[in-house]
């Protein structure tokens, strides 16, 4: 019994057809995803003079004039379209989405209502000015029921078909204009303050982040993102890759079951029912989650001339299945390079003589990644143990989601203890960046076993204090919070430390922590949802 399937149904004969004066000022056809087009199996759109257009994509016809809600009409400033759906902003920010945007137009609807508690926020979301956004929509593509069958997948590091979550994953990323920090708005995450639906100032929550290339220093001027993949470029024409969503980057503990110990070998989950609800009900049956989530891979450059224009799509259910697009000139014509998004595959273009979008890049052969780089954070923590030993942190990055802490004896032998994070599920909304308000986090801390041989050996009234902040064994969970002035770790180990910022270092500039009635509930049923997930055996 097919569940999902693609398709134009009877959209060509029941739309009505674009004025002729405005078809001839679309494209002929939609080859990148950008801010005013893009495409999917069934349907290409287009974006003009703030209305929606759509034609066919697998065959030749001509531009029709889409449905949308009376309210936006004629008020759309950008789209963005991955597979089954579409987002699109008025000049506010305001996002709509368009669920079915695959499906014939009867089937379409759309709905404002952008952000937790699972896609019913009234207030909805932003993206906020200077940013530039984009949609990914990761499907998890049921297509029968009898035998139940589930198709879309992603790949962790170890190399398994993990199953896509139940609903889907739904994200929009969003490049800051300093082009280091790229935030994600998710529709079962925080998107606003309920009580003050009103103020501007509390229309969105931007503390979630996806970790950025190059210990999130890389500066893009553009960002793409497919299936959960986001793609980056640089001026200079530098590119990265990376498979990162809320799931996949370690944090959904309610749905998902994570482990940094290895899961080679172990059998695959055939769906999300058997990973998630079976995982929790008896022993480990199936792999869980590899981490760390797959790292940023670094692209080749296209060898010609391109522009920031970029696209990334979807070319099948798996993660592999992604292809890069650059738009760019070669033998005096405009088109577009493209290729697979595996780094071996070679860039081919393909002309279209449509004009260009954005002016040439400098884009040299050469690997110029690091030119551009934003500055370390400069932000640091320190404790100084009446008994001699020192424990801190330097350059920490509230979004990355690694560490490292060094530990020194009194004698100044040194060991660096390195930090696996990810973000926590949380309610309530949060500041952006570091505030009086603790940014929790979990993961693990882990030590060279050359490092604890040295501590062993050159210090060995320090190895007590190891073992409770890196534990005797490969890695040890940790938990840890953040906060402008301090910053506390508590390892299963029996570890507890807090680090305080050191005396007279500048205070990074935080937005001020507005916390209202509404937080404190989300805050403590968060707690109580961790205080419940402890409960729950781990691996």
Not at 71 to 80: E, L, N, P, R, T
Not at 122 to 144: A, C, I, M
Not at 523 to 539: E, S
Request: hydrophobic share 35%; aromatic share 10%.
């Amino acid at each position: 019994m097919p569940l999902h399937y693609p398709t134009t149904g009877i959209g060509e004969w029941t739309l009505l057809p674009a004025p002729p004066g405005v078809a001839a000022r679309l494209p002929n056809r939609v080859s990148l995803r950008t801010d005013t087009a893009g495409f999917n199996d069934a349907w290409q759109y287009a974006l003009l003079d703030g209305h929606l257009y759509v034609k066919a994509t697998q065959r030749e016809s001509g531009w029709r004039v889409a449905p949308v809600p009376q309210c936006i009409q004629g008020q759309i400033s950008a789209i963005s379209v991955d597979g089954g759906r579409l987002a699109a902003t008025t000049p506010d920010g305001r996002l709509y989405t368009l669920d079915l945007a695959d499906q014939t137009p009867e089937l379409w609807w759309w709905t404002s209502r952008f952000g937790s508690p699972i896609w019913l926020n009234p207030t909805g979301s932003r993206v906020r000015p200077g940013y530039r956004w984009n949609l990914s929509w990761l499907d998890p593509d049921y297509r029968e029921v009898l035998p139940f069958r589930q198709y879309g997948s992603w790949t962790d590091r170890a190399g398994h078909h993990n199953p896509v979550g139940g609903a889907g994953v739904t994200t929009v990323y969003a490049l800051s204009p300093g082009g280091n920090h790229i935030h994600i708005l998710d529709p079962w995450l925080p998107a606003s303050d309920l009580l003050h639906f009103w103020d501007p100032g509390w229309a969105d929550d931007y503390s979630y982040e996806m970790p950025g290339p190059l210990g999130g220093r890389f500066r893009a001027v553009n960002l793409s993102s497919a299936g959960s993949t986001t793609f980056v470029i640089n001026r200079h024409g530098d590119m990265y890759t990376r498979l990162w969503d809320f799931d996949i980057s370690g944090a959904d503990t309610t749905f998902f079951t994570y482990s940094h110990d290895d899961q080679t070998g172990r059998r695959e989950p055939p769906n999300n029912f058997a990973a998630w609800v079976l995982q929790y009900l008896s022993h480990q049956q199936y792999a869980y989650v590899q981490l760390p989530p797959p790292a940023w891979l670094h692209q080749p450059k296209v060898p010609g001339a391109i522009t920031s224009a970029i696209s990334i799509h979807q070319t099948g259910r798996q993660s592999p299945d992604r292809e890069l697009r650059v738009e760019g000139r070669a033998s005096g014509r405009n088109g577009f390079w493209h290729k697979p998004i595996d780094p071996r595959a070679r860039w081919a273009f393909t002309p279209t003589d449509e004009p260009l979008r954005a002016p040439l890049l400098d884009n040299p052969a050469r690997d110029t990644s690091a030119t551009t780089l934003a500055p370390l954070s400069g932000i640091g923590y320190d404790y100084r143990d009446p008994a001699g030993w020192t424990l801190s942190a330097r350059d920490f990055d509230y979004a990355s989601d690694t560490m490292a802490l060094r530990l020194c004896s009194a004698r100044r032998v040194c060991a660096t203890v390195h930090g696996e994070l990810a973000p926590t599920l949380r309610v309530g909304r949060q500041p952006d960046g570091l505030s009086e308000i603790p940014r929790d986090y979990q993961g693990i801390l882990s030590i060279s076993p050359a490092e604890r041989a040295a501590v062993a050996r050159s210090a060995p009234s320090l190895r007590p204090v190891l073992d409770r902040l890196a534990g005797t064994g490969r890695h040890v969970k940790m938990t840890m919070s953040a906060t402008a002035t301090a910053l506390t770790i508590h390892t299963d180990a029996g570890g507890d430390f807090r680090l305080g910022r050191p005396a007279g270092a500048p205070v990074a500039p935080v937005p001020p922590a507005r916390f209202t009635a509404l937080d404190a509930l989300g805050a403590a049923a968060a707690d109580a949802l961790r205080r419940l997930a402890a409960l729950v055996p781990r691996p």
